[in-house]
């Protein structure tokens, strides 16, 4: 028999998503974000949203961009889904509330997640936000909804350079910190031990720059 062959594991540290950040938002910062999305769950989207928010801080803004969060859930074992729901089915776990549609109106929205994989939780955040949004528009005067029409954006700490099963909005903005192959990615904040985690992502690094050398 095969031996089956482990995944490429690349293991990033706090440091290099705050790096990755800071060199995004110099662009994002063109899209003029008024408000953060988010996505949690089996994702975890809080951390680099509250790093985006300190490099999107303007002067001519009066306090923080507010930061509001999504849970979404493709890859975890939750009570009550079937072993074919998951990988397979985004479980939304978590919402903006009853009247989400409502805080979206007339705002400019960056949807934050850690890794653009299959695409398809991205696919599942944005088409819903959108349908809240035009449900809500659809109470407005017809006059009046072109201007209260959301503009969404996206950013991904790591997008993963494979075949997407869900798609995106060709006018919906896509940033991303890094494109990277089709690796297994240890964060920082799944880590046990912090220090051990820097350790072996250093230990990598230095092969890196010794094969490369």
């Known amino acids: 028999m095969a031996a089956i062959q482990e995944p490429e594991h690349l293991r990033v540290t706090y ?8 060199r995004s938002a110099e662009k ?5 974000p008024d408000l953060l999305i988010a996505i949690g769950a089996h994702t975890l989207g809080f951390f680099p949203a509250r790093v985006m928010r300190t490099f999107l801080k303007n002067p001519e803004r009066k306090g923080n961009i507010p930061i509001h969060a999504i849970g979404l859930s493709l890859y975890e074992s939750l009570p009550g889904l079937t ?3 998951i990988g397979a089915q985004v479980i939304r776990t978590q919402w903006l509330g009853p009247e989400s549609g409502k805080l ?3 705002r400019r929205a960056l949807i934050v997640d850690e890794v653009d994989d299959s695409r398809k939780t991205l696919h599942y955040a944005v088409t819903e936000l959108q349908q809240d949004v035009e449900r ?3 109470l407005l005067p017809e006059s009046e909804r072109e201007a209260k029409r959301t503009k969404f954006a996206v950013f991904v700490v790591h997008n993963k350079l494979k075949p997407k099963l869900g798609q995106l909005p060709d006018d919906i903005p896509y940033y991303a910190g ?3 192959e089709d690796v297994w990615l240890d964060y920082p904040w799944e ?3 912090i220090e051990e985690h820097d350790r072996l992502a250093e230990e990598a690094k230095a092969k890196a720059r010794q094969a490369q050398a």
């Open 104 to 106: 979206l109106l007339g």
């Open 15 to 22: 440091n290099d998503v705050h790096n990755l950040i800071r």
């Open 136 to 138: 809500e528009l659809a």
């Open 178 to 180: 890094d494109e990277i």
């Open 83 to 85: 072993a074919e729901q």
């Open 191 to 193: 880590a046990v031990d």
């Open 28 to 32: 994002i910062a063109e899209f003029k």
